[in-house]
């Protein structure tokens, strides 16, 4: 990987320099696997300090524009901050866009059947003001994320959606309320 710091109207000092690699290398380690080139630009106009940040990869390019009327290191924090934002979001896109292929990893459907009780087994003798299941269903089980999830019962006619969760692998239930919000049933993790 090849990282150029520049500083325009802005002398690029060593602790500053320091910083920048140091931060990029972290950012670099834990979102990125594939960066080809990281070019980071320093410039003060005026009373405004600047850095833009640009990283090249492999699948993604993220850049970033941020400034500060503080001081330069302000000015890194921030467009760092931004940096890991937008790598960790192109990220995500990347992985739920290979989970949608087909050739990567086949979407697993597990299909539930729901069973009707016999009133005896529901209640007790006597007991015939309380509601009992009276309908069964088959529920196809689809791996998708809780935001998907939400979609899909926005635009679904179901008061709820049963799921497997991509990131617990557990199944989960997303419900409408009567307040017209979603609530979410997991499992602890």
């Not at 992985?95 to 597990?110: F, I, L, M, P, S």
């Not at 999830?149 to 969760?165: G, P």
Request: glycine fraction near 4%; charged fraction near 35%; include cysteine.
């Amino acid at each position: 990987m090849a990282t150029v710091i520049t500083g325009r109207s802005f002398e690029v000092t060593p602790d500053i320099r320091t910083l920048l690699e140091k931060k990029l290398g972290k950012i670099q380690e834990k979102l990125f696997h594939d960066v080809i080139d990281i070019r980071a630009v320093l410039r003060v106009e005026k009373y405004r300090n600047i850095c833009e940040v640009n990283m090249v990869g492999k699948d993604h390019d993220v850049k970033t524009v941020q400034q500060s009327d503080e001081s330069m290191q302000d000015a890194i924090n921030l467009a760092i901050d931004h940096l890991k934002r937008q790598a960790q979001k192109n990220r995500k896109k990347l992985r739920d866009h290979h989970r949608k292929d087909g050739n990567h990893a086949k979407e697993e459907v597990t299909e539930w059947a729901v069973q009707v009780l016999e009133p005896g087994k529901l209640r007790e003798s006597g007991d015939h003001n309380r509601p009992r299941i009276i309908k069964t269903n088959n529920l196809p089980i689809r791996p998708m994320s809780i935001e998907e999830a939400a979609l899909r019962l926005e635009d679904s006619k179901n008061e709820f959606i049963v799921f497997r969760d991509v990131d617990t692998e557990k199944i989960s239930v997303i419900y409408r309320r009567q307040d017209n919000n979603l609530g979410l049933i997991a499992p602890e993790v």
